[in-house]
């Protein structure tokens, strides 16, 4: 038998979880009481699963099993209700409640009730008449059929165990004429091994001829391997595709391959990798610009990032001051797992702030984009502070060495890196040079700061001292830097810094 709920118990419900969501006092206001008497799976369970849980949970997504009908679930009551209270399902890790993020992946604590008593109450089917039709989804496609679908030529195989792998992979994409792209999707086969995929443009060709001298699937390399490729993105663990806004694409030209440089992490087994690649074409040329900022910039790379064995609260800082007026859109952060908490702050130049992210309780196997649900505003002047620290210690679960060791900068998983990577619009297009010039100057003072610290750069950094440190303070002030910068641009010592130069 199914109750009707009189309407008032509706709107008693509704404004009992409005309250308690507003004063944050869910846990003190919990809206059990209000809850229906007759919890149903077709009434009140299948909705929430199909709107929150079966775009993972159906055959060949990311979780290890299906959500998508009555059995399914009844299998799983009681460990819905426990996952779901304890906020661990569905997976999201950026703190709640101090930036609005339009792809939040967050129940209600009305929706966390009902799927208690729908357990408590021994988890009944219900009238099949109320069930909502379920989710439609393009089978191995999380946006839908693609436009074009671009996939390695042959399976790479990823060795049992050794150092990580990092490996170029040429994806020809015959485009008969340039193209602007909207979103691009991208399917791991052996998600187990794939730590992640950045995406790049190459009209030159290079790519072609290197994976030609490499007799197997691919190239070795690290980084950019070549300048002319154009960086526009990427995947990694527990990410979702990504989808420009509505104003933005990406221009691929025609001749141009698509070049995945992806990190493999051997998991004790033989695994073969196939990505494809899903590529969705925009419907008309993009009207706005747009770049990132990324702090701490490279990737922390001039960071001097240096972990002590058992330290449990090592922090890596970078402060930037934008020099134009910008929307931010979204921001992505990365770490390996080390990492703990994330914070990036912006200070307007009336003083208010703002924060961009917080995360409290980082987990590597999740490296989510942070879509803000509306753009904000960062105008002229406004400081971004980033503060990314990393627990070292033999109590933090993640760690992976055992006992624990000093960790510094580097590529591969058990070394350490950091950033939150902020995607940005300018606000007038013809001042996009302007800030990636700051940008660079931001990098290019890191490296200063990080030379005279690099006991055996001595010689090197008297030298600078000689030419530029004016006023014999023995300091390279802020009024030194242009002159500097300008010399090292010409020097060739800022080749091999990767990224941005
Ligand atoms: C973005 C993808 C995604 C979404 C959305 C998602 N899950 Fe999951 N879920 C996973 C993955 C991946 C795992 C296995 C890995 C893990 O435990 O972290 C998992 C594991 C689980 C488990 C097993 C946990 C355990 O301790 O073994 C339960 C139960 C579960 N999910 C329920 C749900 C419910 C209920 C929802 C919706 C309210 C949901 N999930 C939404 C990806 C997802």
């Not at 494809?276 to 990737?299: D, E, H, M």
Request: charged share 25%.
């Amino acid at each position: 038998m199914t109750l009707t709920i009189p309407s008032f118990a509706h709107s008693l419900l509704a404004s009992t979880v409005a309250f308690a969501t507003f004063g944050g006092f869910s846990t003190v206001f919990g809206a059990v009481e209000s809850l229906p008497e007759n919890v149903t799976f077709t009434e009140h369970v299948a909705p929430i699963l199909y709107q929150n849980c079966t775009r993972c949970h159906r055959p060949g997504e990311a979780a290890p099993f299906s959500l998508l009908n009555f059995q399914d679930a009844k299998k799983r009551g009681k460990q819905i209700e426990e996952v779901t209270r304890k906020r661990f399902m569905p997976p999201w890790h950026a703190d709640h409640g101090y930036v609005e993020l339009s792809n939040e992946r967050r129940l209600t604590d009305q929706q966390i009730a009902l799927l208690g008593a729908w357990h408590r109450q021994g988890m009944k089917e219900g009238d099949l008449a109320k069930l909502p039709a379920p989710p439609q989804f393009t089978e191995g496609w999380q946006l839908g059929k693609p436009d074009l679908i671009v996939k390695m030529p042959e399976p790479f195989e990823v060795s049992a165990d050794g150092l990580d792998i990092y490996r170029n992979f040429v994806l020809p994409l015959n485009l008969p004429e340039d193209k602007w792209v909207r979103a691009i999707e991208f399917r791991p086969i052996a998600r187990t091994v794939v730590h992640h995929a950045l995406y790049h443009l190459d009209e030159s060709g290079e790519a072609r001829k290197a994976d030609d001298r490499d007799p197997k699937p691919g190239y070795d390399g690290i980084g950019r391997s070549s300048r002319q490729f154009e960086p526009i993105g990427g995947w990694a663990v527990g990410g979702e595709p990504t989808i420009l806004p509505p104003e933005l694409a990406w221009r691929f030209k025609t001749n141009s391959d698509f070049v995945l440089q992806t990190h493999f992490h051997p998991d004790g087994k033989v695994n073969y990798e196939t990505s494809a690649v899903g590529i969705y074409f925009a419907s008309k040329p993009p009207t706005r610009q747009f770049t990132t900022i990324q702090l701490p910039a490279l990737f922390g790379r001039l960071s001097g990032l240096d972990i002590p064995a058992g330290a449990t609260n090592y922090t890596l800082k970078d402060s930037f001051t934008i020099p134009i007026d910008i929307e931010a859109f979204s921001v992505t952060p990365h770490a390996h797992y080390l990492a703990r908490t994330f914070l990036l702050i912006a200070t307007l130049p009336d003083g208010k702030q703002q924060t961009l992210l917080k995360i409290s309780d980082w987990d590597f196997n999740w490296q989510e984009d942070c879509v803000y649900k509306n753009r904000i505003t960062l105008p002229k002047g406004t400081r971004l502070d980033a503060t990314i620290s990393y627990d070292n210690s033999a109590e933090n679960p993640s760690n992976p060495t055992r006992p624990p060791k000093r960790v510094k900068w580097g590529v591969m998983t058990t070394d350490e890196m950091g950033a939150m990577t902020l995607s940005v619009i300018p606000a007038r297009d013809e001042e996009l040079a302007e800030l990636r010039q700051a940008k660079r100057n931001h990098n290019v003072d890191l490296f200063i700061d990080r030379i005279q610290e690099d006991t055996r750069q001595r010689e090197r950094v008297q030298v600078m001292m000689t030419m530029f440190d004016k006023n014999t303070n023995g300091k390279l002030d802020p009024d030194e830097r242009p002159g500097l910068r300008a010399f090292l641009e010409t020097s060739g010592l800022l080749r091999g810094i990767g990224g941005g130069f």
